[in-house]
């Protein structure tokens, strides 16, 4: 689990490249490269969508709270299908 949660935060530390948040092409590229399998139905547009859902402070961009929300929408409906 340690493993995990380190592997969460250098993968946001890389696709942003040291800075504070991911820019919107910087998050497709997470999504599509990091979470394929889980989000492999979702096109542009859905990712377009789910970044904007993200943005609580509307910068524009997502940022690390931000991308720990969606981490944690993955985790919850995760473990609605496991329970399912
Ligand atoms: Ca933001």
């Known amino acids: 689990m340690e493993g995990a949660i380190q592997a969460v935060v250098k993968t946001f530390l890389k696709s942003s490249k040291g800075k504070e948040s991911l820019g919107k092409k910087e998050f497709q590229t997470l999504v599509s490269s990091q979470l394929g399998n889980i989000l492999s139905s979702n ?27 969606l981490i944690g929408y993955l985790a919850c409906s995760l473990s609605d299908n496991a329970t399912a």
Do not use: P, R
Request: aromatic residues 8%; charged residues 30%; negative net charge.
């Open 43 to 69: 096109c542009c547009e859905a990712i377009n969508t789910m970044s904007q859902g993200l943005d609580s402070d509307s910068d524009g961009k997502v940022g690390f709270e931000e991308y720990m929300k």
